[in-house]
T-cell receptor
Framework: QKEVEQNSGPLSVPEGAIASLNCTYS??????FFWYRQYSGKSPELIMFIYSNGDKEDGRFTAQLNKASQYVSLLIRDSQPSDSATYLCAVGGFQKLVFGTGTRLLVSP | KAGVTQTPRYLIKTRGQQVTLSCSPISGHRSVSWYQQTPGQGLQFLFEYFSETQRNKGNFPGRFSGRQFSNSRSEMNVSTLELGDSALYLC??????????????????FGPGTRLTVL
């Protein structure tokens, strides 16, 4: 069983729609949760981090965490073609970070 | 504030050679983590250094080693290169106290990476 699981996609959404990206993790002791965006040929860029159960909003992005269900999600509102990238979920504990393999998002104009 | 820098950006080596990659963290960051990214395996953790000490280590062979200097700059070395070592090597730096929770992981910011090709 992979430690951090994501659907590889691609997830295709039209411009202006809400994109929903999901991630599950296996280590119940995990305390820190991150979403990174990676464009092709580039390095990962931090989008958001969340530590507590519930929702955290930052502009068009909302991260949701449910530790009981071991589930993290990222919602992107008003999706733009420039949001087309691979989104990496990362789960941390005791200064180690484990990444999922990423979900590829395609936003069509 | 300048971001994480990595040198060189691209590297071509042949099997059996060794290579050293360098990473300069964001000013004030004391932790540097190294990752290997390949299309098949995704991002795999190599090791993490904090205040010149290796604090965590991933499941890579001993050919992969690293160190951190007193100015927090870090180097990663791979000896006896194999074809399978071809990958994007990423370093990330973090500041202490940004994990949000006891037992968490500080927020990491990535450099642009070094693309290593082994022929």
């Amino acid at each position: 069983q992979k430690e951090v699981e994501q659907n590889s996609g691609p997830l295709s959404v039209p411009e202006g729609a809400i994109a929903s990206l999901n991630c599950t993790y296996s280590d119940r002791g995990s305390q820190s949760f991150f979403w990174y965006r990676q464009y092709s040929g580039k390095s990962p860029e931090l989008i958001m981090f969340i530590y507590s159960n519930g929702d955290k909003e930052d502009g068009r992005f909302t991260a949701q965490l449910n530790k009981a269900s071991q589930y993290v999600s990222l919602l992107i509102r008003d999706s733009q073609p420039s949001d087309s990238a691979t989104y990496l979920c990362a789960v941390g504990g005791f200064q180690k970070l484990v990444f999922g393999t990423g979900t590829r998002l395609l936003v069509s104009p | 504030k300048a971001g994480v820098t990595q040198t060189p950006r691209y590297l071509i080596k042949t099997r059996g050679q060794q290579v050293t990659l360098s990473c300069s963290p964001i000013s004030g960051h004391r932790s540097v983590s190294w990752y290997q990214q390949t299309p098949g395996q995704g991002l795999q953790f190599l090791f993490e250094y904090f205040s010149e000490t290796q604090r965590n280590k991933g499941n890579f062979p001993g050919r992969f080693s690293g160190r951190q200097f007193s100015n927090s700059r870090s180097e990663m070395n791979v000896s006896t290169l194999e074809l399978g070592d071809s990958a994007l090597y990423l370093c990330a730096s973090s500041a202490p106290g940004t994990s949000g929770a006891l037992g968490g992981t500080d927020t990491q910011y990535f450099g642009p990476g070094t693309r290593l090709t082994v022929l």
